[in-house]
């Protein structure tokens, strides 16, 4: 599969992890992504034991066409299949970053 890297993702990347010197965050997100790059498709990728590692799931409710992968307890990586769902799930995919703030879960 190719990964498209949006401008948002490149951006935040750089401010959330990089300028933060983040290296073990930095190196989880260039292991997830050569993971989803040497799949096939995400179907193969989700039978894969380092997606259970790395944390992949599938969302559910109004996100159901969205995976997400756990960079640590505030950043998620959010794989999102590219076109119009239901998804083929083997063609590219879009990355992006998410920051989990406490507002939205609470503190515990």
Do not use: F
Request: proline share 3%.
């Amino acid at each position: 599969m190719k990964i498209i890297k949006t401008s948002k993702y490149k951006r935040d990347l750089q401010k959330k992890i990089i300028k933060k010197h983040m290296k073990k965050e930095e190196l989880t997100i260039e292991a997830i992504e050569e993971l989803i790059i040497q799949s096939q498709t995400m179907k193969i990728l989700m039978l894969n034991p380092l997606a259970r590692v790395y944390n992949i799931n599938k969302k559910s409710g109004v996100l159901k066409e969205i995976y997400t992968a756990n960079i640590n307890d505030k950043i998620r990586m959010y794989i999102k299949p590219v076109g119009i769902y239901p998804y083929e799930l083997d063609e590219i995919v879009e990355v992006e970053l998410i920051e989990i703030d406490d507002q939205h879960y609470g503190d515990g």
